[in-house]
């Protein structure tokens, strides 16, 4: 379901062939990472999963379905936070998708969420929290800002997130079908199969949208382009995290038939084209010998289909109370569930090295602003904490 239709999840008991490579000396020095309940009660299927930053303690659970839900020290409560479920086709790889908060919440009472609507068509909302309680949203307080045509029902991006530029990144899929028929993460002329910056607190006179465009952003004033285009070549960036301590993007992008991949975009670098459909990891696609180059943003991390079927992108810890896991990349994958290690340093490929396991089917991963590593479970509507002993 979501980036793939979930597959029977595979339990990890050792270090097996298949993960040769991942499981060598640097897997072995690094001790195993555990996923565990991190609160009573359980959400209904659960693909993101926010923290407002606020330092309430509150976890903000995004269901499939349409509808937020707070987790806090106390467990699930009983109330959504938002509930937009008649608004929303949900299933397969449709639903409510993505949720940010504003980052001056809660000063500012915004958030932003990501859902797909009766139509089957992408829709990029502003909401308000309700003035006279914090722990409900105003639900007629909407006010869409982008609506984004989706040719087919698959590959619909869904992750939101705010830069350290204080812009909202959004993330399109290529629009769906199989190997990007439509030639979209290449296309300029459409939003989909890219990463969208836009500017949500300036509204510019003379204009229809509800967002400025940023001045920098790469395709901005670019006859015939989407000024909104803030990176290209991508088929369907399901989840991406900011870096809290270097701004750079760090993103999963789901793979065809063969490799998923985790591209990174350094800090306030736009204008890259990470490949897809020219490319699928490190793999010429279309065609698939002798693939054009020629200007792409190769991925820093690739694994195959034996050990996995649908990259989960996740983040950079940065937490020294957890020394296995501080200054380190953590994602997943929704079929295997494991947990891998990437060192988010230095330039070039890397071999992602195996961490451990989760039990469920992992959708989103964050590092909340205590430094807790939180990630959703689409199979089991579980919200876990992902820890690691110390050495």
């Known amino acids: 379901m979501l980036p793939h239709p979930i597959r029977p999840a595979m339990r990890l008991l050792a270090c097996l062939p298949l993960v040769l490579a991942a499981c060598g000396p640097a897997a072995t020095a ?18 993101d999963v926010a923290d407002p ?8 659970v995004v269901e499939q379905a349409g509808r937020i839900r707070i987790v806090d020290a106390s467990g699930l409560r009983a109330r959504p936070f938002l509930d937009i ?21 809660p000063a500012d009472p915004r958030f932003f969420v990501d859902y797909t609507d009766g139509n089957g068509n992408t829709v990029i909302s502003e909401f308000r929290v309700s003035a006279s309680n914090a722990d409900v949203a105003d639900p007629g307080s909407e006010r869409p800002l982008l609506h984004v045509d989706q040719p087919y029902p698959n590959h619909n991006g869904g992750a939101l997130a705010f830069g350290p530029d204080g812009f909202l990144y959004i993330g399109m899929g290529d629009g769906g079908s199989g190997g990007d028929p439509l030639g979209n993460g290449q296309r300029t002329d459409t939003l989909l199969g890219k990463i969208l910056r836009i500017d949500v607190d300036r509204r510019p006179a003379g204009s229809d949208r509800g967002y400025a465009i940023p001045a920098d952003n790469p395709f901005a004033g ?15 960036p399901w989840r991406f995290r900011f870096d809290p301590a270097t701004g750079d993007l ?18 306030g670098t736009g204008g890259l084209n990470f490949g897809w ?9 279309a065609p698939s010998q002798g693939c054009d180059q020629t200007g792409l943003t190769l991925p820093v991390a690739e694994y195959g289909h034996d050990v996995g079927c649908a990259v989960i992108g996740g983040a950079v810890v940065r937490d020294p109370g957890q020394p296995a896991l501080d200054g380190r990349y953590v994602f997943s994958d929704s079929c295997s569930s494991r947990l891998w290690l990437l060192d988010p340093a230095g330039a070039g490929r890397r071999e992602p090295v195996l961490a451990g396991q989760a039990d469920g089917s992992v959708s989103s991963i964050i590092a909340a602003a205590d430094a807790t590593v939180l990630a959703t479970d689409l199979q089991n509507g579980r919200l876990l904490a992902i820890s690691a002993p110390t050495p």
């Open 30 to 47: 690094s001790p195993a990472a555990t996923a565990s309940p991190a609160a009573s009660g359980s959400p209904g299927p659960s693909v």
């Open 53 to 60: 930053g606020d330092g309430s303690g509150r976890r903000f």
């Open 85 to 105: 479920a008649a608004e929303v086709r949900s299933g397969g790889e449709q639903g409510l998708l993505g949720l940010a908060f504003h980052p001056g919440f």
């Open 222 to 236: 670019v006859a015939g382009a989407s000024p909104e285009i803030w990176a290209t070549g991508l088929r369907n």
């Open 250 to 267: 760090w993103i999963g992008d789901v793979g065809q038939n063969a490799w998923e991949e985790i591209d990174v975009a350094r800090a």
């Open 277 to 285: 459909n020219r490319m699928e990891g490190f793999h010429c696609f």
